[in-house]
Every structure is written in structure tokens, then in C-alpha cells.
């Protein structure tokens, strides 16, 4: 197998993170995004949506969307405690939580930061007004986890899952944002500070 990637990013970092959790090696190939090497030809006709990360199999197949790469990998290397849940419960609140957080955090987050920096306005439209609204609907989100981070651990219950990975990465991502977690989501802050010390992200964190 064989992943592409671009390493900072948001998605390819829920990959990386997941693979380091799971103890999973699997080589890289790194994709100039901000070059539009992800808008050329011959990686359009690999990936599906044109994005990285992006998963190619021994047989020659192809697998997009940071997700599904996760629970591929996830069923070819099962654990004892599986990062997408083991009972149909913990299934089912970890990918309410995966969705909740991807639809109302990361998306937006994502269109916030493209639509206020204009990173890639040489290939969409960028609108601020509607980059400064969803920087907004980031901001306002942020209580929803901190609430239930009040009840619990982790994200979506008592065991660290894929949730914990998306929210981590999102929580990271909006420093870009100019967005901090302050003392006002004390629940959230902990987790976060808590998360950022796991050996599987102390292990993929740059040193100085």
C-alpha cells in the first residue's frame, strides 16, 4: 500500500494520526496541493474527489476520504478496542460525534480559512463576508464539545476513538482562525492539552 498526502493538513493528519495509534507503518508520497498537483490528470484519475489523502491499494485500487482509509485500515488490522467502537452503541456514538463534529467543526472550519485567506483563489471563489460567518459558527460550536467533555473523558464516551482524532485536529486547526481555547471551555481545554500529550501525536509533532 501506499499513502498520499500532504502532512500538515487536516485530513491527512486524522490519517497519520490514527496509523500512529494503531501502530500501522504504510510509505508516503507527498502531494504539492498548493501547486494543484491534486488538480492534474493523472491524480484525478486515481482519487475520486481530487483531495489527499489518498490510499492505493496492493491490487492497484483507490481509496479517498480520511475516514473511510481509517476504517479500511481498521478492519485489515483489527484491535481489542477498535478506534470506531466495539459494541453497536459505542459504534453509533462515535460516529454520531464523527459526524457532528466533521459537519459542524471541520467543514466549517475549513471554509472559513479558505474563504478569509484566500489560500486557493486561483481555483474557487472567495467570499470573506461568508468566511467571517463561518469563523463565527466555529466559535460557537466550541461549547458543544466542551459540554460533553464535561460528561465524559473523551469526545464520545469513556474510550479515545476517531472522534477524539477529527476533534483534536479541528481544535488545532483554528488557531489558523485566530481562535483560542480559553479558560471559558475549561472541559475542552483539558481534554485538548491531555490529547496533545498521547505518544501517538507526541510522535508525529515537529521538534524545535
Not at 74 to 86: R, T
Not at 90 to 110: H, P, S
Not at 168 to 193: C, G, M, Q, R
Request: aromatic share 10%.
Amino acid at each position: 500500500m501506499k499513502l498520499y498526502e500532504l502532512a500538515p493538513t487536516p485530513s491527512a493528519r486524522r490519517v497519520s494520526i490514527f496509523l500512529a495509534e494503531k501502530g500501522i507503518d504504510i510509505p508516503r508520497v507527498n502531494v504539492d496541493i498548493r501547486g494543484g498537483e491534486n488538480l492534474s490528470a493523472e491524480f484525478k484519475s486515481k482519487s475520486l474527489n481530487g483531495r489527499i489523502p489518498l490510499l492505493e491499494l496492493d491490487d492497484g485500487s483507490y481509496l479517498c476520504e480520511s475516514i473511510a482509509i481509517c476504517r479500511y485500515l481498521e478492519e485489515i488490522h483489527p484491535s481489542v478496542n477498535s478506534l470506531f467502537g466495539n459494541t453497536p452503541l459505542e459504534r453509533a456514538k462515535i460516529e454520531m460525534w464523527q459526524r457532528i463534529i466533521e459537519l459542524q467543526g471541520l467543514m466549517v472550519g475549513f471554509q472559513a480559512f479558505r474563504n478569509l485567506s484566500g489560500v486557493y483563489k486561483d481555483r474557487e471563489n472567495c467570499v470573506e463576508s461568508w468566511g467571517a460567518e463561518s469563523r463565527q459558527r466555529v466559535i460557537d460550536f466550541l461549547p458543544t464539545l466542551d459540554q460533553q467533555l464535561s460528561t465524559s473523558p473523551f469526545v464520545a464516551g469513556d474510550e479515545f476513538s476517531i472522534a477524539d482524532i477529527s476533534a483534536y485536529v479541528f481544535i488545532s486547526f483554528i488557531k489558523n482562525l485566530d481562535i483560542e481555547v480559553t479558560d471559558s471551555l475549561p472541559h475542552l481545554k483539558a481534554w485538548f492539552i491531555t490529547t496533545a500529550q498521547r505518544p501517538a501525536i507526541v510522535s508525529l509533532t515537529p521538534t524545535k
